[in-house]
């Protein structure tokens, strides 16, 4: 199951359990008071057998002179104790006060607490194989229909590999023919920012491989620089980097400079510069470009603020970076340009 699968499983999951939750809290709470009032009906029985029949074991007992206020066969409560007036049989004048302390029905208030809370905690744990079941079910057509969406993308882009070979066969010995030429040489660039973008998505579709191996930054850089140099004749990207070695997935950090290159070029300004440099273990990559209105936001899937693209290149590249393991940061102010850190600490060798 895909992060986005449990993501939307979880959520489902949670919203099914806090709606059964509250439904047996409420139930329960309304057990819990009817309970204590059988509690104080008992007790209130017990005082009238006490009046009556003189069985007055725990409880208290006293003679008080009638009043107004002293109504007869009710139950009344204090801070301390529960107490009632009834009539002694014999005397007009006076009424038996019975007296139970509140030290003895604690402890039975206790029980039923725990009595109920056990029968909370049993019905919540069915509760969350319910919402659990609910939340599955509820998530299946989802996941029907996006396995067909990722389906479909990934028979298209194994349906691109036929015409995009036979576009860098034919460009091959199109060149042999009448040697370099700088147009064939842009066609071949154009080629390889397809399979840049069918990369992307089929990192998007699959993940991301996570072999390592050890290689030179200052190549690699060099090397993607070369290529967007030829896209981008116009974009001034200068290099300021030492020989430092990694260990990591030399193919997905491949996808995220050449995500961050082409982004520093396509959105930059008319002979604009791109200013690639090491600072202690973080690899920052500055543009003067046209900037980002919502810098938090530009790692978000489908989002972008230009018309072109589709908005997956940043998704994807924050996507990689968590997998490798390198913390990224992004600075940027319309019309000023942006920063990008990658933070190498981790896979510095």
């Not at 809290?25 to 017990?46: R, V």
């Not at 036929?162 to 199109?174: Q, Y």
Request: proline share 3%.
């Amino acid at each position: 199951m895909k992060t986005y699968e449990l993501e939307s499983l979880l959520k489902s999951f949670l919203i099914f359990l806090i709606l059964l939750e509250v439904l047996l809290a409420i139930n329960f709470w309304h057990e819990l008071q009817e309970k204590k009032a059988e509690i104080e009906e008992k007790i209130q029985i017990e005082m009238k057998l006490c009046a009556y029949t003189i069985q007055c074991e725990g409880l208290k007992t006293d003679f008080v002179e009638k009043a107004e206020d002293k109504e007869e066969n009710i139950l009344y409560q204090n801070s301390k104790d529960f107490y009632g007036y009834f009539k002694v049989p014999t005397v007009k004048k006076y009424l038996m006060k019975v007296t139970y302390p509140k030290t003895s029905y604690l402890p039975r208030v206790e029980k039923l607490k725990e009595e109920i809370y056990s029968k909370f905690l049993f019905y919540s744990l069915f509760a969350a194989l319910v919402s659990f079941l609910f939340a599955l079910y509820a998530i299946m057509p989802l996941r029907k229909a996006l396995h067909l969406n990722e389906e479909f993308v990934k028979d298209i882009l194994h349906d691109f590999n036929t015409p995009i070979s036979s576009m860098r066969i034919n460009l091959k010995l199109f060149k042999r023919e009448i040697g370099e030429n700088q147009k064939i040489q842009r066609l071949e660039n154009n080629i390889e920012t397809i399979l840049s973008l069918q990369n992307n998505l089929q990192i998007f579709l699959k993940g991301i491989p996570t072999q390592s191996e050890t290689f030179n930054l200052k190549e690699l850089v060099e090397n993607r620089v070369n290529y967007f140099r030829i896209l981008y004749p116009d974009i001034d990207y200068k290099i300021s980097l030492d020989k430092i070695t990694l260990e990591t997935n030399k193919d997905a950090l491949t996808r995220i400079l050449d995500n961050l290159l082409s982004n520093a070029g396509k959105y930059n300004i008319a002979n604009g510069r791109v200013f690639i440099t090491m600072e202690g273990q973080h690899l920052v990559i500055r543009d003067t470009g046209k900037g980002i209105k919502n810098p938090s936001k530009v790692f978000n899937r489908y989002y972008k603020e230009q018309d072109r693209g589709i908005g997956i290149g940043l998704h994807i590249v924050k996507k990689l970076c968590d997998e490798l393991h390198i913390p990224l940061n992004i600075k940027s102010e319309e019309e000023k340009g942006t920063t990008i850190i990658l933070n190498f600490s981790k896979i510095v060798v």
